[in-house]
């Protein structure tokens, strides 16, 4: 069965980095896009970045563009998102998502809290 795995998330101080990875199982990982999302206490779960199947195309959010890039290895069938210059607001939690009609899926999520 599909099975999405985050992981690398952590307490780090504003203006540090992370670098989240979203190891993939049971599809055929490269014949896929892949997003990452969050969503932080009492808000809606809000898209982060996508990234197309062979990692030519990306989207980032207005809210972390030039901060965050989404990269992908299909060699490793892993998605990355790493995080730069992080602020308060980027606490969340973050998960990993893919859709696969007819279903979308996703991880368990990491958490990552950004606090001096």
């Known amino acids: 069965q599909v099975q999405l795995v985050e992981s690398g998330g952590g307490l780090v101080q504003p203006g540090g980095s992370l670098r989240l990875s979203c190891a993939g199982s049971?599809?055929?990982?490269?014949?896929?896009?892949m997003s990452w999302y969050r969503q932080a206490p009492g808000k809606e779960r809000e898209l982060v970045a996508v990234?197309?199947?062979?990692?030519?195309?990306?989207i980032h959010a207005d809210s972390v563009k030039g901060r965050f890039t989404i990269s992908r290895d299909n060699g490793k069938n892993t998605v990355y998102l790493q995080m730069n210059s992080l602020k308060p607001e980027d606490t969340a939690v973050y998960y990993c998502?893919?859709?696969?009609?007819?279903?979308?899926?996703w991880g368990q999520g990491t958490q990552v809290t950004v606090s001096s």
């Open positions: 990234i197309g199947r062979t990692g030519g195309n990306t």
């Open positions: 049971g599809f055929t990982f490269s014949s896929y896009a």
């Open positions: 998502n893919s859709y696969i009609a007819p279903n979308y899926y």
